[in-house]
């Protein structure tokens, strides 16, 4: 069979699974390479580590099912990665990929006697999914009887012989990587031997000699860049101390950090259940992993032997069980403690600190155990630098750390390298230029490398998940140069780390109330406007009833529903051949329906109408469709002679009505503005994640962070503020802070529920303004501030007309009891005045 590429079928698929962007460009061309595959091809979709290859693999099972594949192999390398991918498939678990339409019969060998899945294996339209481990599909020796090659009881032969020969078997391979190792030939062997319509392959590290079978590619670099995952903390002690005890308790010591602000993160975030945040160890032994475990809990660490997973090839499946549930609420593991084992496939969001033994340190940075702390726990960053970043514990030195940078670089930013600055100590939101790394990816000559403190690596752009939503937004500054950077990767000394925790969490705890700024009365009443279209009421009375009596006389010649008689007769044609023929007789015979009487006829017509949804049922719509229905009796000629059915009486109605409709859609309609008051701030606690700075840190377009927090405004609402360009809103924010008649202003965001309305073409859109300005006569200003390049733009007109028509509205409403302006400033008005009289007198004004 052949799986046609259905562009339409990709999005379906994305939006039902509500894919991430890299898993949606990943599916769609794992689609179009099957359209054009020969059977048995093989591909490969490198995605980084904690992007999401479980919705790819959902992606690809619903697709398939759609594209009429019955039948779909996943083969894991273990055990603990297939318990993994049957959870994804089941209904019901936590883990389950909701959004999936497939619905498929998963069947493992474990389930594989289970007379539903006998039958199942029967029926060709049933959806199949087998989930198997590549060993178990190894072909055994004389004494290795293997379940997948016994033959089933009911189908009467081997599983294995079954996927053999199902002609639309396509098979993903989980961790494919695995399968193409120096070790693993029979692994590659068990799944070409079963000849399959495609194999995809899966995986963040690709082999070697896969490398010409990937088809998209997503590098850790990217996912870094665009915020699908934490960003990487190499943190190290600045006294040079690197014992196992000493990281040991350093690690507690920052997963405390973590857990203070998370703790903090979900009291004040709705929907967010909080998870203990769990330190990863790396061992490269059983023997070093049991000491690690033997350490922590001891009474000087954890203290409790309940709070430390130990894993490795000994274990029991109850550990492995453990592992499962590591992001449970009621989970009280503190540190996962493993050798090499879980290196993939374990897929937890709650690892926020990764140690490992001093012979594993040149491996920390590998995607596979880097990778385990890399996912983020609520599916996006939350803004918070503790909350989105993950610890890494290195012994090596600061200075050490700092002059690999190279090396450190390729290991997580791969191409991005080229790009990045580094800036050492940053102060919270003040921007500073940063030096460029070398050609060769080092350290610039005259970079100085801090004793303590930390190191910033940072990338060109917003990350696409920022949570401030900055992505949507211009990124030029007033020289047209992207300025925008984010973090790609951080190296930081101990006590510098800790003391981020504490500042992080304390931002996250602090609650910011309303103000009542000049006197102003909080809460204040936002007028909200919503428009509708209305029509002057309809009667039947305003018909013209000559104009019926002309509707009614397209009735007067059909005296009755008739049918047409057909006759079935039969001729030769020139060869002598005998054909059936059948042809409407010439006379017609008049359907028998029962005659109305000529008395209840107007009666009739007169229920119809008032039974349809063209007329209201009131006493002087009921006299005027009677009126009505005389018009159109009278037009079609009606009298006691005429055989007048109760078909006639649908017949008459259907036009009457369809007409009448014609005649109420008519009408004038004009448009209706309502004005209603919405309260706010409602709620009024707000809080930030990111600990704020003093706006007089930002001196110039060159310091100022777009999005960030800044406190020091004394006339706001709310002491904090943050701003999207500060050549219009940071420099009119300083203005209304200005001596003079500005009682209060308030920054609109998303809980300040003011829109506009405006036309964008012919689609009506709804826009956010800047500011809201109360001065001391008690006007309401909306101010918006725009760029000069932008001010005769046709979006920005629009906008602009919308607003001064929005403040007519809402001045002239009884519910508004305030008097509203709008005010545009342009950057070159915010730039030369010095105070809110002369921003008025620059400024577009509209009362």
């Known amino acids: 069979m052949s799986i046609d590429y259905d562009a339409a079928l990709v999005e379906q698929v994305s939006y039902n699974l509500d894919l991430r962007e890299p898993n949606r460009d990943a599916l769609d061309a794992l689609a179009k390479v099957l359209d054009r595959a020969e059977p048995g091809a093989e591909f490969v979709a490198d995605l980084a580590t904690g992007v999401g290859k479980t919705y790819i693999a959902g992606g690809l099972l619903d697709y398939l099912y759609e594209s009429g594949v019955r039948n779909v192999l996943i083969v894991t390398p273990g055990s603990t990665i297939q318990r993994k991918t049957i959870d994804n498939l089941t209904p019901g678990h936590r883990k389950y990929l909701r959004g999936m339409q497939s619905r498929p019969m998963v069947i493992t060998l474990d389930s594989v006697e289970r007379g539903e899945v006998g039958a199942a294996l029967a029926e060709a339209d049933r959806f199949k999914v087998f989930v198997f481990t590549v060993q178990s599909l190894l072909r055994p020796n004389k004494e290795d009887r293997r379940r997948a090659f016994q033959p089933h009881e009911t189908l009467g032969t081997a599983i294995r012989t079954y996927l053999e020969s199902a002609d639309d078997l396509v098979v993903i391979a989980d961790e494919h990587h695995v399968y193409y190792s120096g070790s693993a030939k029979k692994f590659e062997a068990a799944i070409s031997e079963l000849a399959p319509l495609a194999t995809i392959g899966l995986t963040a590290t690709p082999h070697e000699a896969s490398r010409s079978m990937v088809v998209y590619r997503y590098p850790l670099s990217e996912a870094i860049a665009d915020g699908w995952v934490k960003i990487p903390v190499l943190v190290t002690r600045q006294d040079g101390i690197h014992d196992v005890r000493t990281q040991l308790a350093d690690g507690l010591t920052l997963l405390e950090a973590k857990r203070e602000g998370l703790r903090a993160y979900c009291a004040q975030a709705k929907g967010r259940t909080y998870i203990e945040p769990v330190m990863f160890l790396v061992a490269s032994t059983i023997e070093e992993a049991t000491e690690y475990r033997d350490l922590l809990i001891g009474p000087d660490m954890l203290g409790s032997p309940d709070q430390v997973l130990l894993v490795t090839s000994e274990e029991p499946d109850a550990t492995l069980a453990q592992l499962d549930r590591l992001e449970d609420p009621d989970s009280n593991i503190r540190a996962v403690v493993s050798v090499s084992m879980l290196k993939e496939g374990w897929d937890v969001k709650n690892i926020y600190v990764i140690a490992s033994v001093r012979s594993m340190e040149s491996s920390l940075l590998t995607e596979q155990i880097l990778g385990r702390g890399l996912r983020l726990p609520f599916g996006q960053r939350t803004g918070s630098p503790m909350l989105d970043t993950v610890e890494v514990l290195s012994h090596r030195s600061f200075a050490t750390l700092l002059k690999q940078a190279k090396a450190l670089l390729e290991e997580t930013l791969g191409d991005r390298v080229s790009d990045a600055v580094v800036v050492a100590n940053p102060v919270p939101g003040r921007r500073t230029a940063g030096q460029p790394l070398t050609g060769q990816g080092e350290l610039p000559a005259d970079f100085t490398i801090p004793d303590s403190g930390t190191v910033d690596v940072q990338l060109p752009g917003r990350a696409a998940l920022d949570p401030h939503q900055g992505a949507l937004f211009d990124l030029d500054d007033e020289d047209g140069q992207v300025t925008a950077r984010h973090t790609g990767l951080m190296v930081s000394t101990f006590d510098s780390r800790v003391a981020e925790g504490a500042t992080a969490a304390a931002a996250l705890e602090r609650v910011l109330r309303p103000r009542s700024p000049g006197g102003v009365k909080l809460p204040l009443f936002l007028p909200s406007v919503v428009t509708r279209w209305e029509r002057d009421p309809f009667t039947l009375a305003s018909i013209n009833l000559d104009s019926v009596e002309a509707l009614g006389q397209t009735f007067a010649q059909d005296n009755a529903p008739t049918l047409t008689r057909k006759a079935i007769d039969a001729e030769r044609d020139d060869s002598g051949a005998a054909h059936v023929v059948i042809r409407d007789q010439v006379e017609q015979v008049v ?257």
């Open 591 to 847: 359907a028998t329906q029962t005659v109305m009487p000529f008395a209840t006829i107007e009666t009739d017509l007169v229920g119809r109408l008032i039974r349809s949804n063209a007329v209201e049922a009131t006493a002087s719509e009921i006299n005027a469709a009677v009126a009505v229905a005389k018009a159109f009796l009278v037009g079609a000629s009606v009298t006691e002679d005429t055989p007048w059915r109760a078909e006639h009486g649908r017949l008459a109605t259907a036009r009457l009505v369809e007409w009448i409709s014609v005649k109420q859609t008519s009408s004038p309609a004009r448009e209706v503005r309502d004005v209603r008051p919405v309260r706010w701030p409602d709620p009024s606690e707000r809080r930030e994640t990111r600990v704020p700075a003093d706006r007089q840190v930002v001196t110039s377009s060159r310091d100022f962070v777009r999005g960030y927090p800044y406190y020091g405004y004394d006339n706001s609402v709310y002491e904090i503020n943050s701003f999207d360009a500060y050549s219009t809103e940071f420099r009119l924010a300083a203005i209304f802070e200005r001596p003079g008649p500005v009682k209060a202003w308030v920054r609109i965001d998303e809980t300040v529920p003011l829109r506009i309305t405006y036309l964008s073409g012919a689609i009506q859109r709804q826009y956010e303004p800047d500011f809201i300005v109360i001065d001391d006569e008690g006007t309401h200003w909306i101010v918006e501030g725009k760029r000069d390049s932008d001010m005769t733009d046709p979006i920005v007109i629009a906008k602009r007309d919308a607003a001064a028509a929005w403040v007519k509205t809402v001045n002239l409403s009884d519910e508004v009891h305030e008097t509203w302006a709008y005010l545009l400033a342009s950057e070159a008005v915010c730039e030369a005045s010095t105070s809110w009289a002369a921003v008025k007198a620059g400024a577009q004004v509209f009362r």
